[in-house]
């Protein structure tokens, strides 16, 4: 099978590679998707169907050889039922071969390998020759194979793959920083250059991954050039003050191919940038195997300008390089196995960027980070990111996540470093969404220093010039918590010129995390979410919370019978070995709208428990804007299937909290705050708006009790109290609800719904407070009835009785009743007054059978599709 594809406008072949000969079309990039062949160095001899790209793990688990680590137990490391790499190295040694073909518009031109990731070193051999070795997870580093290739015939390829040198024991190490968790095993995976997070963490399994990712994590790439290549195109933009202005700063990497010494060219190196009148050129020579940096500058006059989400359009330009000149005599390039003079003398290269200058410093409020975009603070709604944990993310769902990232209202995505650099694709999709990266390296306080700095510093290298053109990328940071490996700084500002910088993820104006588990809702508000202290002011890097899977997706990784009954132990691995505390306060939060009989019921009820806690964290947070200059959310993506779950769980279902916290960091948002009654306007977007702000209470009957509309003045990148909703006066017993509208001229911008009861809060982790305790009594609202009319592009769900709608969830079904997943729905888990409906847009790859609509109070309504 073969699919086209692109890549940095040069010619290609992306090796997923096939056992057998392929056909390529023209000279255009072709992916070749599989399958290869792995054998385990522990049963010689022995080849199966291979994932490539993949883990030898993952491999072993499609071919039944393990069971599958992601279910029930299967992982424990005391189950013995998967080797632990420790125990067994040989079982996760492996050797990956596969066959390709060369299209015939490659002759006459040097052919080039790029192993794009081996985790950890491997050895790569073309038609029987070793073509190169690489170490260390992120080294991919192009070597020209032109004399080991042979065109019209098949081509082997075969790569032996090495795990990592110090696997390290899956257990709690001694040392550590007091008072925090004991990640990262013993410690010793550190002392590789790789993915930390494999040797066991709290958002995860605590005793690791038992490969350690071991396999070919990323494709090979073969990629054809003229005798000069073209290497890391990089466009560094800077503004004028006024914004009318950019300089761009332009360069590529010209390299000389010539396999001779003495072979000296000269090359025509030229640079264009797309939609302008922008080209330059500049004349070089390069001596046999030389690498040169051939640099130009350029300025635009009212450039379009890229910025991050709710600041403005993220714009994006493209720079293409060329490399041109006369080609070589025949005597220079002719060799013994009979290639001809190259037809090609050049190669092109080209990037896309966007112009946009960003810095960060310490000019907040007590010596708080803060960061600028085009000279502009921007306030710091941002999210933790970590990967998947077997690597197993491919395009699409790297498509599917970042849309949900970027739709749940987050505005920077801070690349955790215990886990990878991203692929090219999530860093172009930041760029489309507005999304700001912090980017940090390889290292972590919970695991050990490299013990081979020189291969450390060359994947740092390699990681940065590959991304530095995303106009997405503004942070830079050397390590989790840690002091970052000398010679880190210095090379990364020689590389991007940044400002930006952070030795570790706390210090220099952020302070440290914390929480990270459930905690009560009334401890945002108040400020006291943690032990450690205030946390919501200056900058904070972690500070998060969980949520339940739906049932039907918990049961896709668990069996019923550790679910519920709720099998505690069974629960704590799979929330972090206990780290997450689904089991302890969460539980009595779930419990606060009435003991479960059922684990759906159970699960029902999380949703909205789940829902109401992320609200809170974050308008707690809004609140703060004024003051604070930021955090990151600890974290949105999900690595591994598990309870202690988040805005979205692993198979990219969106859950309640999801659409509270889409809907918490709406660019103009109304809110509620349950500790002092009070109703605030929050603007997330450039210039000051005239708002007006309505609220209204209805009581557990539906009737409404209370209503107030005022304009205010609400100034850009703020937050403004309104007024506050006078409860003590209403006195109202049981459950009600808050409906909070904005309007700007006359036309609602956002609408946000609250529940309420009227517990007290005692203090602490107490289920107890009115966004907490006291919601028995919804499980039996008085009914009402849903309407559901199919609509363009998905679904239109009115509410035709005469009492409010509480939750109501759509569903697209399959034919058998059961939910597709994922789906994608623009709006869900809302609830409704008698009259309102809400359209919902579902896009999904799998056309539904039926669309339902239930409430907690509304029979299942349901219409067919097909």
């Known amino acids: 099978?073969?699919?086209?594809?692109?890549?940095?406008?040069?010619?290609?072949?992306?090796?997923?590679?096939?056992?057998?000969?392929?056909?390529?079309?023209?000279?255009?990039?072709?992916?070749?998707?599989?399958?290869?062949?792995?054998?385990?160095?522990?049963?010689?001899?022995?080849?199966?169907?291979?994932?490539?790209?993949?883990?030898?793990?993952?491999?072993?688990?499609?071919?039944?050889?393990?069971?599958?680590?992601?279910?029930?137990?299967?992982?424990?490391?005391?189950?013995?039922?998967?080797?632990?790499?420790?125990?067994?190295?040989d079982f996760y040694t492996a050797s990956y071969r596969t066959t390709f073909a060369l299209p015939d518009e490659w002759k006459g031109r040097r052919v080039w390998l790029r192993p794009e990731g081996i985790n950890y070193r491997g050895e790569v051999f073309i038609n029987g020759e070793l073509a190169t070795v690489t170490a260390g997870m992120f080294q991919r580093n192009a070597v020209d194979v032109t004399s080991l290739v042979r065109f019209g015939t098949t081509n082997s390829v075969l790569v032996k793959v090495h795990p990592v040198d110090f696997p390290g024991v899956a257990k709690q190490k001694s040392w550590g920083a007091p008072g925090e968790w004991k990640n990262g095993g013993d410690g010793e995976i550190g002392r590789n250059v790789t993915m930390l997070m494999t040797a066991g963490w709290d958002f995860m399994f605590p005793d690791g991954i038992r490969d350690r990712n071991t396999g070919i994590w990323r494709p090979l790439t073969l990629f054809a050039t003229g005798v000069v290549r073209l290497d890391y195109p990089y466009v560094k933009t800077r503004l004028s003050g006024d914004?009318?202005?950019?300089?761009?700063?332009?360069?590529?990497?010209?390299?000389?191919a010539a396999k001779y010494p003495h072979h000296n060219v000269e090359a025509d190196v030229c640079v264009e940038i797309e939609g302008t009148d922008i080209r330059l050129n500049q004349e070089v020579e390069l001596f046999a195997g030389e690498r040169r940096v051939v640099r130009f500058t350029a300025k635009i006059a009212n450039p379009r300008l890229w910025w991050p989400r709710n600041k403005g359009p993220q714009n994006l330009y493209r720079a293409r390089f060329s490399a041109k000149g006369a080609s070589y005599d025949s005597w220079w390039e002719h060799d013994k196995v009979g290639h001809v003079p190259p037809r090609s003398f050049g190669d092109e290269a080209s990037c896309r960027f966007g112009i946009r200058e960003a810095h960060s410093d310490q000019s907040g409020l007590d010596g708080a980070r803060q960061f600028y975009v085009n000279g502009r603070k921007v306030f710091i709604r941002g999210t933790n990111w970590i990967p998947e944990a077997m690597l197993k993310s491919d395009g699409d769902r790297m498509d599917r996540e970042v849309r949900l990232t970027a739709e749940s209202g987050v505005n920077m995505v801070r690349l955790w470093a215990g886990g990878i650099a991203e692929s090219d694709r999530f860093y172009e999709l930041c760029d489309e969404y507005g999304l700001l990266v912090w980017q940090e390296f390889f290292l972590t306080a919970d695991t050990r220093q490299p013990d081979d700095r020189a291969l450390y510093l060359d994947g740092v290298e390699q990681t940065v010039k590959r991304i530095r053109s995303h106009p997405s990328v503004v942070h830079w940071v050397?390590?989790?918590?840690?002091?970052?490996?000398?010679?880190?700084?210095?090379?990364?500002?020689?590389?991007?010129?940044?400002?930006?910088?952070?030795?570790?993820?706390?210090?220099?104006?952020?302070?440290?995390?914390?929480?990270?588990?459930?905690?009560?809702?009334?401890?945002?508000?108040?400020?006291?979410?943690?032990?450690?202290?205030?946390?919501?002011?200056?900058?904070?890097?972690?500070?998060?919370?969980?949520?339940?899977?739906?049932a039907d997706q918990c049961r896709r990784f668990m069996p019923e019978k550790l679910l519920w009954p709720m099998d505690v132990d069974a629960w704590k691995y799979r929330e972090g070995g206990g780290f997450d505390r689904m089991t302890e306060y969460h539980h009595k939060a779930v419990n606060a709208y009435g003991e479960s009989k059922t684990f759906d019921e159970y699960c029902l009820k999380s949703q909205a428990a789940d829902a109401l806690a992320h609200r809170a964290l974050w308008e707690a947070w809004n609140m703060a804007r004024n003051t604070a200059t930021g955090l990151l959310f600890w974290y949105n993506n999900t690595p591994v299937p598990q309870l202690g779950s988040h805005a979205w769980d692993y198979y990219l279902d969106q859950t309640a909290s999801f659409f509270a916290q889409k809907s918490a960091l709406a660019p103009l948002h109304a809110q509620y705050e349950y500790l002092s009654n009070r109703v605030c306007a929050v603007s997330d977007v450039c210039g000051d708006r005239r708002l007006e702000v309505q609220a209204e209470v209805y009581d557990y009957n539906s009737r409404k009790v209370f209503g107030r509309a005022v304009k205010i003045n609400v100034p850009e990148e703020s937050c403004v109290e309104a007024f506050r909703i006078p409860f003590e006066s209403l006195a109202l017993d049981m459950p009600h609800f808050v409906l909070l509208r904005l309007l700007e001229e006359g036309r609602m911008i956002d609408r946000t719904f609250y529940w309420r009861s009227a517990s007290k809060w005692i203090g602490g982790d107490s289920p107890t407070g009115p966004c907490t305790g006291g919601f028995e009594t919804l499980c039996s609202l008085p009914d009402t009835r849903l309407v559901v009319e199919r609509q363009p592009e998905g679904v239109r769900v009115r509410n035709v009785g005469?009492?409010?709608?509480?939750?109501?969830?759509?569903?697209?079904?399959?034919?058998?009743?059961?939910?597709?997943?994922?789906?994608?729905?623009?709006?869900?888990?809302?609830?409704?007054?008698?009259?309102?409906?809400?359209?919902?847009?579902?896009?999904g790859e799998v056309a539904p059978s039926e669309i339902s609509a239930v409430a907690w109070n509304a029979v299942c309504e349901r219409i067919v599709i097909q």
């Open 1 to 89: 099978m073969i699919t086209m594809a692109t890549m940095n406008n040069r010619i290609a072949i992306v090796l997923t590679f096939c056992c057998a000969a392929c056909s390529f079309v023209g000279l255009c990039a072709v992916e070749i998707s599989g399958p290869w062949e792995m054998e385990q160095a522990s049963q010689p001899g022995k080849w199966m169907p291979a994932v490539v790209p993949g883990t030898v793990l993952t491999t072993l688990v499609r071919n039944g050889i393990v069971p599958d680590p992601y279910y029930g137990l299967n992982n424990k490391l005391g189950n013995g039922l998967i080797p632990d790499l420790r125990d067994n190295r």
């Open 243 to 256: 914004l009318s202005e950019a300089t761009l700063e332009m360069e590529v990497t010209a390299c000389n």
């Open 478 to 550: 050397g390590a989790n918590e840690s002091s970052a490996v000398e010679g880190t700084e210095e090379l990364v500002k020689k590389l991007t010129g940044t400002t930006s910088w952070m030795r570790q993820s706390e210090c220099d104006g952020v302070h440290d995390g914390s929480p990270y588990y459930p905690v009560n809702p009334m401890r945002y508000y108040s400020d006291t979410a943690t032990t450690r202290g205030r946390r919501i002011y200056g900058f904070s890097p972690e500070y998060g919370t969980c949520a339940l899977p739906a």
């Open 802 to 843: 005469d009492r409010i709608a509480f939750m109501v969830e759509v569903k697209a079904l399959d034919r058998n009743g059961h939910r597709i997943v994922p789906t994608h729905y623009s709006e869900n888990f809302f609830s409704l007054l008698p009259g309102e409906d809400v359209y919902v847009a579902i896009d």
